[in-house]
């Protein structure tokens, strides 16, 4: 009895991007936007952003610790990492986890509803980010730890009912 066949991890490895939607397309661009925005905001802005920051913020948003403005740029080339690393992503479907068994029958239909999960989220972490930075240059209280992460739990459970939908 086989447990595994190299043709399964082959297969889960090929690049089969769904096809996309505008609506694919339109969240990608706003995610990029966001990331490089945020970039360009902050080459502008360097000179005018006190040389000490908010680096740290409490479950309320509060500002727990101040540091060097060098760690907007340690935040911002961690929002890079993950913009790149979720796009990429997106090409390999196969490696995606389904909460249902993935037949040929749902695989087209559950591979583009991860697609769209993993745009999604891309998008929520970019505006979390951009938004981040925004209040660690200028130490002001942020609404990101529940705002955000109410925002990534409820792409998440929408996620898992449109799969079990489709088992």
């Known amino acids: 009895m086989k447990i595994f066949e190299f043709t399964e991890l ?13 609506r694919h397309y339109i969240w990608e661009l706003t995610s990029f936007l966001l990331m ?3 970039g360009v905001w902050l080459f502008f802005c360097w000179d005018s952003i006190s040389e ?41 479907p196969g490696l995606f986890n ?8 749902n695989r087209k239909r559950l591979e583009s509803l991860g697609v769209d999960m993993i745009l999604l989220l891309n998008l ?5 980010f951009s938004h981040l930075l925004y209040c660690m240059a200028y130490s002001r209280p942020t609404m990101c730890p529940l705002m ?5 739990i409820v792409v998440i459970i929408w996620f898992m009912i449109q799969c079990f939908r489709l088992r």
């Open 10 to 22: 082959k297969n889960r490895f090929e690049i089969r991007p769904p096809r996309w939607k505008a």
């Open 36 to 38: 490089a925005g945020a």
């Open 52 to 92: 000490e920051v908010a680096v740290h913020f409490d479950i309320q948003g509060q500002i727990d610790r101040k540091d060097s403005k060098e760690h907007l740029l340690i935040v911002w080339g961690i929002s890079c990492f993950i913009w790149l690393t979720m796009s990429l992503l997106c090409f390999f």
């Open 98 to 105: 389904f909460p249902v068994k993935v037949t040929e029958e």
């Open 124 to 128: 929520i972490i970019m505006g979390m």
């Open 148 to 152: 955000f992460t109410g925002a990534c």
